[in-house]
């Protein structure tokens, strides 16, 4: 059911959010975790209560790849001997789109569904359900997740290159999430950033502001084919503010008032302004979790915030940096910059 195709002239002048998830996370919900689900209907209506006009999303897990007891009990991501998804994210990709365009079709001209992928594993049938999909579908782009998949991103060098391959021939956007803590091997900024140099014909956006860190936020901002997103700035800036070590710490960080996300939002679109795009991260702006940060290092997330703080961090902005943060470089990361 393909329908309209949103483009981005439709874009142009409207906000948008271009960092949200649905779906279910068997794991968070089985070890009483938060956030662990959002429906395409839930996250449509949030959108519209804040004045919301578009939005990008993707699944929220893998879960149903891998042995659901072993996730619940460990936090581990082993694969079931008789798995409920054919491959990594099949099933999670296949509801997002057939929740959308079947399910609550009402939304398909407000949200811009993206697949999820798995950097490194069973990357045939990734792709085999991809061209299913898409012969079905619109895909508007591709999310990689690698601490979600506990999946290194350096596998899209070797193994899960055809993945990216996917994402060039038909031109589509690829958001990664990264960071920089020091114990998380799987989405480190500068392994994504190995990845982003061998693909100059591919759009990267890189999520979480690259953990505020100063050396990557200008690395990316020197790189035409790289934009950064700000999805759930509140509690990036609570972490900085507290030195928690999933942020830069305070001597690679810009001077800045982190005890003000507001204040911070403005900073990077004032630094940055051709680079940062807004996005929420709805539903995990909230994150209340333990999660496996790679061995056996696990990391305490106890944080909370609404979609509202999310949104107060964009309505901070004057006029012109507003627009640019949730439509000029939204549009320009989604479909590429406009010819002079």
């Excluded at 009990?73 to 994210?89: C, F, K, Q, T």
């Excluded at 302004?273 to 996005?279: E, K």
Aim: include cysteine.
């Amino acid at each position: 059911m393909r329908g309209r195709r949103i483009s981005a002239q439709d874009l142009a002048g409207r906000v948008t959010d271009v960092h949200s998830h649905v779906g279910i996370s068997v794991q968070a919900y089985g070890r009483l975790e938060f956030p662990y689900c959002q429906s395409i209907e839930g996250l449509a209506y949030r959108q519209r209560a804040n004045g919301v006009d578009y939005g990008v999303v993707f699944p929220l897990s893998p879960g149903l790849y891998f042995d659901v007891p072993t996730q619940v009990r460990e936090g581990r991501l082993v694969p079931a001997d008789r798995p409920l998804s054919s491959a990594p994210y099949e099933h999670e990709n296949r509801m997002l789109f057939t929740e959308l365009f079947h399910y609550c079709p009402e939304h398909q001209e407000q949200l811009l569904p993206f697949v999820c992928v798995d950097p490194g594993r069973e990357v045939r049938g990734q792709l085999d359900a991809l061209c299913a999909l898409e012969r079905e579908f619109p895909i508007y782009g591709i999310k990689v997740s690698p601490v979600l998949c506990q999946s290194p991103v350096t596998a899209l060098l070797q193994q899960g290159e055809p993945l990216l391959a996917f994402a060039r021939d038909r031109d589509l956007p690829v958001l990664m999430h990264v960071t920089v803590h020091p114990e998380e091997v799987y989405s480190q900024v500068s392994d994504a950033l190995r990845v982003i140099e061998r693909h100059p014909e591919l759009r990267f956006c890189l999520a979480h502001c690259a953990g505020l860190s100063r050396r990557f936020l200008e690395q990316a901002d020197t790189a035409p084919n790289v934009w950064v997103d700000t999805s759930a700035l509140k509690i990036q800036v609570q972490l900085a503010h507290e030195n928690h070590p999933i942020m830069a710490p305070p001597s690679e960080r810009f001077d800045w008032n982190y005890a003000d996300h507001r204040q911070v939002m403005r900073e990077l679109v004032c630094q940055f302004p051709d680079t940062i795009i807004w996005g929420t991260d709805s539903p995990a702006y909230s994150y209340i979790a333990r999660r496996l940060q790679g061995a056996d290092q696990y990391t305490e997330f106890r944080l909370k915030a609404t979609y509202e703080d999310e949104k107060a961090a964009l309505d901070a902005l004057d006029a012109a940096a507003r627009e640019r943060a949730c439509s000029t470089n939204t549009s320009a990361f989604l479909f590429g910059r406009a010819l002079p």
